[in-house]
């Protein structure tokens, strides 16, 4: 018996477009036909954690599998996409700062960023968006840490 047909790679549970408070969590399997020698190795990886832990914009994974009879099938991949609003980033400082009352403060900054890009004004928007910044920046080491104040700020920066 001859096994000439190339193991598989499959990506499943991709939703294919994320917000940053959202989890992302894509399976990668390698696979051989029932009649096939079985997988010798492969490069599969699950995809999994925080989507504003993966780069803002496309994400894109792939791998390779190998049989035992030396048949390389061809690469699988998956694509994602990881976005930033200003709801998603409100969510996260809701997770992030551990004071109710600063949450609140820095969430209406986000909200009035939203309300002034509805309104087509860039300007009150950036204002929003600083006065944002400047709040985390100093509520870094206090209600939430350095780490989580500079992610939130990278994020703000992007809206």
């Known amino acids: ?49 925080p989507a504003y832990s993966f780069p803002l914009g496309t994400n894109t994974f792939s791998a390779t599998a190998t049989d035992y009879a030396g048949n390389v099938g061809p690469t699988g991949s998956t694509s994602f996409t990881v976005q930033v609003t200003a709801a998603g980033l409100g969510n996260l400082v809701m997770q992030f700062v551990t004071k109710a009352g600063v949450a609140n403060s820095m969430i209406s900054k986000l909200n009035a960023a939203a309300a002034a890009e509805a309104r087509g004004n860039a300007q009150a928007k950036a204002g929003a968006i600083g006065a944002f910044i400047n709040e985390l920046q100093a509520q870094a080491g206090k209600s939430l840490t350095a780490a989580q104040a500079d992610t939130l700020i990278a994020l703000a920066q992007a809206l």
């Open 1 to 49: 018996k001859r096994d000439a047909t190339p193991p598989t790679v499959t990506y499943s549970g991709n939703a294919g477009t994320y917000t940053i408070d959202q989890s992302v969590a894509i399976t990668c399997a390698a696979s051989d036909n029932l009649s096939g020698s079985g997988i010798a190795s492969h490069t599969c990886q699950d995809v999994s954690g």
